[in-house]
């Protein structure tokens, strides 16, 4: 179980059924590309409230593909996508800039996969 300090909420995780778990919760790969979306998805926020955006009923989806010698997530399929979102074409495109550019994108490996779609 993991625990953050300044919450103290919790996370448990557990290893895929794949690799010897019982795949009752989150992997740690599970957790990697859960980031990795929530990053460009809270980026975004922060952007869209400075700029009026109602980001209500944006969502993300995410597919994580997993790699053998050595176990490793080589790629993560996402989709970020809104209905009917009400912004400008050049604050669409800001949107995707800043999510492609989130600070876990970045810190990961160039070798990782990183496919990202958006549906707005």
């Known amino acids: 179980m ?19 778990g ?4 989150f992997s740690p ?3 990697l590309s859960a980031a990795l979306c929530s990053c460009m998805i809270t980026v975004m926020g922060i952007y869209a ?14 597919i994580k593909s997993m790699a053998s010698n050595p176990r490793r997530v080589s790629q993560v399929d996402i989709a970020i996508s809104h209905e009917s979102l009400e912004a400008t074409p ?7 800039k800043i999510a492609l550019s989130c600070p876990v994108a970045l810190s ?11 549906n707005f």
């Open 49 to 62: 409230d400075r700029e009026g955006i109602n980001l209500t009923g944006l969502t993300g989806e995410v």
């Open 108 to 118: 990961l490996s160039n070798t990782l996969i990183q496919n990202v779609t958006f």
């Open 22 to 25: 019982k795949g009752e919760a």
């Open 29 to 31: 790969t599970d957790l």
């Open 90 to 96: 050049d604050q669409k495109e800001q949107l995707k």
């Open 2 to 20: 993991l625990t953050h300090t300044r919450s103290n909420s919790t996370i448990v995780t557990d290893a895929p059924v794949d690799n010897q």
